[in-house]
Structures are given as structure tokens and as C-alpha cells.
């Protein structure tokens, strides 16, 4: 006898009609414009700096004019080339991190929902115990003690995001284990890797595409805030959350060298919030129209 498939009644859309109905939204359309624009900014504006973001070229908190489009920063370095300069750490080290937090995160919550029983406790109490860790204090306990380092950075900000990551996976696996495709999956011997991946995975799109876009915003004001205390990118590398540091006793003085980097990591914030919050209303009343 030849075993087919069972057709679940009100399963999940394929993930190809979900992503069109989220597209399909301005306020998604939005935030993915304003984190690509930004993303792209962050790329190209390196190569169109007029200076060095390291060079002194006038007085400190110099006024704009003589070829300073806005002025020079608390050491005298063009503002302007620092803005431009600024997101290129941020903005890898934030991808990067979401990543890592979200891969790691989504395993995690995946084997829980599909082992249960002790694997599953064991899993969710290690959850717990990372949750109670602050992910800014123990990445200046962290860099206190080991020094400064991009790559570290990333590895502390994703498992600072790897918790919240878990838990929520795991809630929206849960009930996917009990349909019947995975459970016909299981009841004839396929792998777990391929249930997992091929059965689990795409039934819980919906809220890994949210988490996705939330994660990438923590992660960007995680390091800017990191950056601003001065545990982040060292100076004198150009760095948004850096020069908010550096000019916030001049801002009397020269606005513009803390309200610009301070807007930039604002906009890039904005940007996944929006993606995040349409994504999530989209599916949701996708969601309940299905049921």
C-alpha cells in the first residue's frame, strides 16, 4: 500500500503567498524601504566621504562652512564624513548578530517543541537562566574582561537574543507538532532533521518573519547603546552610537554631531519596527480569516 501525504484542512499558506500578502501592506513596504535605504546608505556612504573619518581637518566643534557641510565633531574630524562612515560596523555587527540569535534561537525552540519530555525542560531552563542576564551588562562584563572585539560583540548580542528567540519558536511549534503531517512524518520513520525542517520550519514562517525584523532592531540599539558607553566600536573608528559619546558635552555647541548619528540609528530602528509590526498584523488577520 502506498502512503500519501495527508492534506491538512486550514494548514499553513506556503510561505511564497505569505510573503505577497505581507508585501502587500504600505506600513511593511515602508519599514522594508527605510531598512534597505538605510542598509544601502551604509554601504555606498563610505565611498562618498570628502575626508578621512580619522582625520582632524579644523577646530573642534567648528561651525559649517570653509568645506564643512556640517561642521567638525570635538576633535575637529568632518562630521559629514563620519555620518557617512559610521554605519558600516553597525550595520554588519547587527545582521550578524540577528543571525546568529535567530538561527540559534530557532533550533533551540524547534528540538524543545519536538523532543518535549526532559529534552524539553532541559532546553527551556537553560532559556530561563540566559533570560536573567541583561544582554548590556553581560556584554560590559564580557568585554571587561576579554577587551574590545567587533566578533565578540556579535556573539554576546546574539545570545543575548537567543532566549526571547527560543521561547517564542518553541510556543509556535508546539501546536504544529500536533498535525497531521508531522505526526504522519514521525509515524513513518522520517528524520528528525527533515521533519524539522521540511514539516516544522515552514509551518511557523509567520512569526519567525516578525521575530526576524524585531531581532535586527534590538540588535542595532544593543551595539549603539554598547558603542555609547564605550564597551562598543573604539574610537576613533567612526561609529553612530560612538559619536553621540563623543560630542554629547558639546551638544550646546554642535547639535548636529549627535542629532544626525543619534537620527541614523533612529531611522534603522524605525525601519524594522515597522517591517515587524505589519508583518505581524498581516499574518494575523491572515490568520483569522483561515480560521
Known amino acids: 500500500m502506498i502512503r500519501t501525504r495527508p492534506r491538512e484542512q486550514g ?39 570628502p575626508h578621512s573619518p580619522t582625520a582632524v581637518i579644523a577646530k573642534p566643534y567648528a561651525s559649517p562652512g570653509d568645506g564643512l ?25 547587527g545582521i550578524a548578530a540577528t543571525a546568529g540569535g535567530v538561527t540559534l534561537g530557532t533550533t533551540i525552540g524547534l528540538v ?27 556584554a560590559i562584563l564580557f568585554v571587561s574582561m576579554v577587551g574590545p572585539s567587533r ?13 526571547g528567540m527560543a521561547r517564542v519558536m518553541r510556543g509556535a511549534a508546539r501546536p504544529v507538532m500536533r498535525r497531521e503531517h508531522v505526526m504522519w512524518a514521525r509515524t513513518i520513520g522520517l528524520p528528525s532533521r527533515h521533519i524539522l525542517m ?23 540599539v ?27 558635552d558639546g551638544l550646546a555647541i554642535q547639535p548636529l554631531a549627535v542629532i544626525i548619528p543619534a537620527a541614523c540609528v533612529a531611522l534603522f530602528t524605525i525601519g524594522g519596527n515597522l517591517f515587524a509590526e505589519g508583518a505581524a498584523r498581516v499574518i494575523g488577520r491572515t490568520e483569522g480569516a483561515r480560521s
Open 69 to 93: 557641510l556640517l561642521g567638525a565633531d570635538s576633535l575637529g574630524r568632518d562630521i559629514v564624513s563620519r555620518i557617512l562612515s559610521g554605519g558600516v560596523n553597525l550595520t554588519w555587527m
Open 112 to 138: 524543545a517543541a519536538f523532543a518535549g519530555g526532559i529534552v524539553d525542560t532541559l532546553l527551556m531552563r537553560v532559556v530561563d537562566v540566559l533570560l536573567t542576564f541583561p544582554t548590556i551588562i553581560m
Open 11 to 49: 494548514a499553513q499558506a506556503p510561505p511564497s503567498n505569505l510573503t505577497r500578502r505581507v508585501l502587500t501592506s504600505r506600513q511593511t513596504r515602508l519599514g522594508l524601504i527605510m531598512l534597505l535605504g538605510m542598509i544601502l546608505f551604509t554601504i555606498v556612504g563610505p565611498f562618498l566621504a
Open 222 to 248: 544593543g551595539l549603539a547603546s554598547l558603542s555609547f558607553l564605550g564597551f562598543g566600536v573604539q574610537p576613533p573608528a567612526a561609529d553612530w552610537g560612538l559619536m553621540v559619546s563623543e560630542n554629547k
Open 198 to 220: 521540511r514539516e516544522v520550519l515552514p509551518s511557523v514562517t509567520s512569526p519567525l518573519m516578525v521575530e526576524i525584523g524585531l531581532r535586527l532592531m534590538w540588535s542595532v
Open 151 to 163: 566578533i565578540l560583540l556579535v556573539i554576546l548580542v546574539a545570545i543575548g537574543l537567543t532566549p
